[in-house]
């Protein structure tokens, strides 16, 4: 057999190799579930990822006929159900549903056991942007805040030292505002929540659509900007960061669905489209959009490219005021 002829053999070897696990891979689309599909939830019960999770796995179990099984496994501000997840087999009985978190931590922690690689977006399937509050008798604005602290440094307080919510508001007062700001840690949005109600702290950072809204909407709270690129309709008087002074400044947090990295893309697509189906239904809409979530679908690839993005976003916001968590 000549050089050209052996040559022709090992492609066409290659060839019947790849195309038999084409054909696995789209045999086991088919008959995609068999059986129990797990959510890995990264945070406790009865927060807003699992409270997704809990919504999108019930409606998920009814459309494909087996059950979906939640798994809370918080901890390590969601690294815990990462890792767990990143060494689960890819095919698509083991799905985590988590935040932000796993595109932040990608920096956070530089040893976590795992990499954003390990997984594939599912589908990330609502956002809520940050917000900063104050008391009702504190400073009217942002503008008066930010003068206030120039002279008489100012608090705030966020659920924890690695969330999304301190990063944005260190971020905001260290390199925007130039100002200073001491910030004072808790355990949650509810021990947040009762602080800054209470008066014991001057201003509060969080995702908007922890539990801040109706306090907002009372005029419990005052709202003082948002991380957004317009106004938000469930808290329309409260301006964005733009409005006052600070260009392109918006974060956001999402809840999402990922997979082991390998699943096949079948099942991905099928997933996908599935999740999409019952984000869209009016029932689900009302339930989160009054809480300030504002509903988001796409296809695996554009979950990806935001999920990416969002890596380099908070990256640059960690790196700057030198945050790392070992």
Not at 64 to 91: C, M, T, Y
Not at 190 to 215: R, Y
Request: with cysteine.
């Amino acid at each position: 057999m000549n050089a050209a002829a052996a040559r022709r053999c090992k492609m066409a070897l290659v060839f019947g190799v790849l195309l038999a696990f084409g054909e696995f891979h789209s045999a086991q689309a088919q008959t995609y579930p068999t059986h129990a599909i797990k959510f890995v939830v990264s945070f406790s019960a009865g927060g807003f990822v699992d409270t997704v999770a809990r919504i999108v796995g019930q409606k998920l179990s009814q459309r494909l006929g087996q059950p979906v099984v939640i798994e809370n496994k918080p901890g390590a501000a969601g690294n815990i159900a990462h890792r767990f997840v990143s060494g689960a087999a890819p095919d698509g009985y083991t799905i985590l549903a988590t935040s932000t978190a796993l595109a932040i931590n990608e920096t956070l922690y530089p040893t976590r056991g795992y990499v954003g690689t390990d997984f594939s977006p599912v589908a990330i399937v609502a956002t809520t942007p940050e917000i900063l509050v104050g008391n009702a008798t504190g400073p009217a604005s942002l503008k008066e805040v930010v003068a206030n602290a120039k002279t008489n440094p100012t608090n705030f307080g966020t659920a924890g030292a690695g969330s999304a919510s301190f990063i944005v508001i260190e971020y905001f007062f260290k390199e925007l505002a130039k100002a200073q700001a001491t910030h004072i840690p808790f355990q949650g949005g509810a021990p947040l929540l009762n602080a800054i109600l209470g008066k014991h702290i001057e201003l509060a950072g969080a995702a908007m659509a922890g539990g801040f809204v109706p306090q907002v909407q009372s005029g419990a709270l005052r709202g003082l900007a948002i991380a957004s690129d317009k106004r938000v309709a469930v808290v329309p008087d409260v301006p964005t960061y733009a409005e006052l002074g600070y260009p392109d400044f918006t974060a956001v947090s999402w809840a999402g669905f990922f997979a082991p990295t390998g699943t096949p893309p079948a099942i991905m697509a099928m997933l996908n489209h599935e999740i999409e189906e019952i984000m869209k239904d009016p029932e689900i809409v009302s339930k989160i959009t009054p809480a300030g979530y504002d509903p988001i679908y796409g296809t695996t690839a554009e979950a990806d490219a935001l999920f990416r993005k969002d890596i380099t976003k908070w990256r640059q916001m960690i790196e700057a005021i030198g945050l790392r968590v070992e």
